[in-house]
């Protein structure tokens, strides 16, 4: 069972912090993770493929070995991903080619980072002691947008287009399987079927949709369908038996627009009660690879995001943008994944058709059975996977005991409405074997002569299992909380589930736990480092295992335990607690553990019920943030540009005559910022004129991604501005001019546009990525000759030869504190004028802000912080949206936040230790760009947090980059 998480390190550009989303990863009990790479940040200049630095994957690959995690690859080329132009770099607009097509201009483009990509996964796989599993060429080589129906969604797809992939892959070494991934059920390149087939076929679902806007209204579930009965027999259709049902992606989040909810909405969307209905439907199909989009989401720092999402990229997964496990979706996936590591039964257990009526009695619910050589699950739902009807019902199964309706001893089994139960027969326990059970299985173990098997329900549920009469009867049958019957074939306990969790034991062979869901959700399983190469991977042997060294444990602690091992008789845990904590081993290997650590102390632990506990205590650190509000702000204008005599000389000239974008050029010379190398951040232009005294107006076209934003000036003089939309990409503006022109004299229009990225290609027909950004179209009124408009333009410093190799091709824009390396730390700052964003600019202009400041959080927490921007107020304490601004934040020169005050929703920018410096001194810059012809000011800045956790995990270094130089 491949199970898996979706994570970017790209997202996560802090190195040292990737072992602990793996260790988080692996703490659910899965086995994989699946992640990846973005061309546009590896090759922005065309030619030198740079996967170096936060970059380089060497390390990522360490951390995924060391937690004991698989890996399936899938740097792209093309990635979609909500990334700029779907992780093509900008300078693809300036090909002729259909992009995704064998046009040889097209796969020379894509050939060296192929090459070079490849060889650095072909290093890391398996076969040569590394985590690398599984490679996935492209991604959903799927869609035409000309389809008018689902059988010809693919007709446009050039299949030796991704064969040409595939080989090039293999050309750089690899050797792993190769997974495709459909964007829906259609087969295409399943294994079998030709020219670019792949070694295993899946595909990818989104239930709930990632269009636009999801994440309103959370408790809102008509947005889909679950069409698994109808998929099961597509399945079968589509891939070979001897090819893992897989899903590559199936929706474990859902995105934020611009002026949208914010990601919580969309976590409590994609919830816990998500996970139990849709992921156990999508086990009923029996799918041996599921990776869930996004579990961790991270960061769109730096420019790397596309235009319908934000700098969060939290996506409301499983683990939240700050890393932390607060959301119980986290927990939901964790039983998930303990079940499957528990069940080697379900690998060979084959699906049946849905049925209503046959397992159950009722109507309402469908029965999904996966049916076994010896063990059988019975996937219950509601058919109307949306019902929150609480229904009751009995199971009729066929058992060893015979055909029998559950519960056996009274009352009914209970399906609370968004849920979705694993029922079991004859599900072997470590050569016991479980008759039934209706209470879900959390996991089990072996150890010497002993089973331990922990069974858990939802509250106030009635369950029931049955054990053989071969094994040691139940020694308290009397315990208040069960009922129990030794009278017919076999033990039969059943049990209502409360708060206080029921322990039973059956002579010496089996102690059962019987866990309310909500505790289990503290219940960790932990494998115990084996010789290499088995390390921390999860093997089924560890079920069975009395061999330390090949072993597991169960323990019971608080929020976390990251990894466990055994010297001298001394269980050795690492993990985090967020409140004093009593940690309780409930299985571990004989003869261990006679005394306990945890985060390298040693506890005082006692042994009660022969179990080992102790306590952790949470102390709660003292943490000191500085007030950054108060700090010595220094202010420079970072709009030279409408100063009179500014000098514009070593500028790009706008003078290209034609241009490969597919838009048809509507300007005498082209004024696409991608013709000139520019691809990120932000665009200035200044068009320089000489007057005939009868223009009036400038009428301008300008795209910039949606919630973009212009700005336009007449030499000095403020003419307008476009604040943004979430609905705009381009804009059409007719700006007056306040006075009339004086005929002979020279006039330069500044220009500054926002770009908020590429748009992504999805579809396979057609070039959207190349949409292009800048000014698409203007006219003077009363100066008919449009091309004695001379336009020069500016994007980064450097264009695609960018200046900043640490940070990537993305991280700078066009401003001038950017393209003189302002944002980076040591920029001569002293001799500024001392003034804060709290004072603000007073003009349509943009400021730059800058303040150092110095952290000391205390060692053994991890405190994930943010930097929070505060827009003005209105009288009764709501946001003021209408004042127009817009702010970079730039920490120690990663620019991690793009704040827009009229569009919202984000005001808190995570930005993760590694980046900022937990240490030591931290340079923070910010670019305050107003709209408004009054200007524009922050409320507020502070750095703030949420959680404090006492922590097991390895502090990450400080994430080093090029500091400031002087640039010409
Ligand atoms: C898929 C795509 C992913 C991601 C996801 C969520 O179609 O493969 O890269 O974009 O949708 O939108």
Redesign the pocket.
Known sequence: MFLSAEFHPFRLPSPGLWLDIFQKVKAMGFSGVSF?HMWALLEGEPGHVRIDGVFALEEFFAAAKEAGIYLLARPGPY?????TG?GFPGWLQKTKSQLRSTNPEFLNAIKPYILEVGKIVAKAEITKGGPVILLQPD??YTLCSESTGILDMSNCLDKQYMAFVEETYREAGVTVPILV?D?LPLGNFAPGTGVGSGDIYGW?F?PFG?GQPPCSNPQNWTRSSLPYPAYLSLLRNISLPTSPRSI??F?GGA?DAWGGVGVEQCASLVNQDFERVFYKSSYSLHVTLFNI??TYGGTNWGNIGHPLGYTSYDAGAAISEDRQLTREKYAELKLQGNFHRASPAYLTAQPNEDSKGIYTDSSVLLTTPLLGSKTNFYVVRHDDYQSTNLTRYSLRLSTKIGNITIPQLGGSLLLAGRDSKIHVTNFDIGGIDLLYSSAEIFTWKRTGNKSTLLLYGGMGETHEFALPKEIGVLTDPENENIKYSNAGKAQIVQWTVGKDRVMLSFGKDLDIYLLWRNEVYTYWTLDLPSPEPLGRYTSPSRLNSSDASRSSVIVKAGYLLRSASIRNERLYLVGDVNATTEIEVITAPLGCCKALSFNGRDMESTFIDGRLTATVLFEAPEIHLPDLAKMDWRYVDSLPEIQNGFDDNSWTLCDKVASNNPRVLTTPTSLYASDYGYHAGSFIYRGHFMANGNETALYLQTQGGFAFGHGVWLNSSFLGSWPGTPEASATNHTLMFPRPLVRGSRYVLTVLIDHMGYD?N?YNDINPMKAPRGILEYSLSGHSDASSITWKMTGNLGGETYRDHSRGPLNEGAMFAERQGYHLPGAPTASWEERSPLQGINSASVGFFVTTFTLDIPAGYDIPLAIELHGPMSVAGVKDKSSNFRVQIFVNGWQFGKYVNNLGPQMKFFVPEGILDYNGDNYLGLTLWSLDGMGAKLEDVKLSYDVVVQSGYSKPKVVQAIEYEKRV
């Open positions: 990846y990635i979609n991903s909500e990334t779907g991604n959903e991934n964007a990818d989104y990632w590559v992606e929706q995105p989009y996004m992504e999805y």
